[in-house]
């Protein structure tokens, strides 16, 4: 089971600044590695993981469960890392309509973003075949690595590098269903 | 739960990994973020705006990006254009907000004012890229200030 992410409850009112330097202490990691994991530059990680604060801050008086908020600033950076990717793909900007995610709907899958879990994820990666172990490897380590290294790298057709990974992540995703 | 995504998998994998902490800088830009909260403050809501409709007359091939939010009775258009690595924001505020309001455009970490003109336009130039807001601040009255629009060269 991923581990709980649920922030300690703030002692003071709702997000108070001790309350919310805890917040960044505890999520900034997460969000960090969330938005790099989009293959995004450092600066545009940067402004995802801001982006994220700032939807936290301009709700701030909106906030009726304190409890959901870790998992909510991991989802919503994961939305501004997918809207930065695309901008920068030249498929322009998502509708901003209705691009902040709810706040009292946070993805429960955002609790995997956890060193202990990826712990057991790397685990269960080492039991993956070739190319399936260096191609998720490259993956996660080298973000920013364009499918054409990538193939040069795993001497893999460049066309073959984009379903080989959506393979590799399904078999990944089943393996850690297994019991441990 | 339902499956994680792919780049919460990866995430994970880089949490673990330890190759790629987050800069500090990161994590000071957080905690200033919490100086950004308006007490009181009322969030206009995005409108969906057509192509090319705002508030500045646009060249054909400049095509900047209009954004129109509303809220107590405000709305708010804006067009931010970057320009050599700044951000200029023109602007309007309809109805016009009448005398003593002042028009803040933010940004994380600068901000700047501007007394609106009697049509409610206003304009403010040479802004960092990246994150910005406004805000409309009325005698009497709440702020009214934009969701947070992120403007790149």
Redesign the interface.
């Known amino acids: 089971m ?1 581990p709980d992410i649920s922030p300690r409850p703030p002692s003071g009112p709702p997000l108070d ?1 001790v309350a ?2 805890d917040l ?2 505890r999520f ?7 938005a ?3 293959g995004l530059s ?1 600066a545009d ?3 995802a ?3 994220a ?9 909106a906030i009726r469960d304190p409890d959901r908020i870790g998992a909510w600033l ?1 989802t919503t950076t ?1 939305h ?2 997918a ?2 990717s695309r ?1 920068r793909a030249g498929s322009g ?1 998502a ?3 209705a691009d ?1 995610p709810d706040p009292s709907a946070p ?13 057991q ?2 685990r269960r ?1 080492d039991l993956l075949g070739e190319p399936c172990r260096s191609l ?1 490897r490259l ?3 080298h ?1 920013e690595a364009r499918y054409a290294q990538i193939a040069l790298r795993l001497e893999l057709p460049v066309g073959s590098i984009g379903p080989t990974r ?1 393979r590799c ?1 399904s078999r ?2 089943a393996l850690l269903e297994e019991p441990s | ?23 500090d ?3 000071a ?3 200033s ?2 100086a ?2 308006l ?3 009322i ?1 206009a ?4 705006t057509a192509a090319g409709e705002g508030a500045r007359s646009a060249q054909p091939h400049e095509r900047p ?1 209009a ?1 129109r939010y509303a809220a107590a009775g405000l709305t708010i258009d804006i067009e931010p254009v970057v320009a050599a690595g700044r951000v200029d924001v023109a602007g309007q505020i309809s109805p016009a907000p009448g005398a003593g309001s002042l028009v803040e455009v933010r940004t ?1 970490h600068v901000s700047d004012s501007r007394v609106p003109s009697e049509g409610g336009r206003f304009v403010v130039t040479g802004l960092p890229a ?2 910005i ?1 406004v805000v409309c601040h009325r005698p009497g009255h709440p702020p009214v ?1 934009t ?4 403007v ?1 060269p």
């Open positions: 991923p600044r919310w330097d960044v202490a900034d990691g997460r969000m960090w590695a969330v790099r994991a989009f450092p990680a940067a402004d993981v801001q982006g604060w700032l939807r936290l801050v301009e709700g701030l008086g991991i994961r501004e890392a809207r930065l901008s900007p509708d901003e309509v902040v993805d429960p899958a955002a609790a995997v973003v956890d060193a202990d879990y990826g712990r994820v790397w990666l998720l993956c996660a380590l973000p959506a992540l990944l995703r | 739960m339902t499956a994680p995504a792919d780049e919460y998998l990866l995430a994970a994998l880089r949490i673990a990994a330890g190759t790629d902490p987050v800069p800088r990161v994590s830009d957080a905690r973020v919490f950004l909260h007490p009181g403050g969030a809501v995005p409108l969906a990006r954004h994380p990246g994150w807001s200030f969701r947070w629009t992120h790149r």
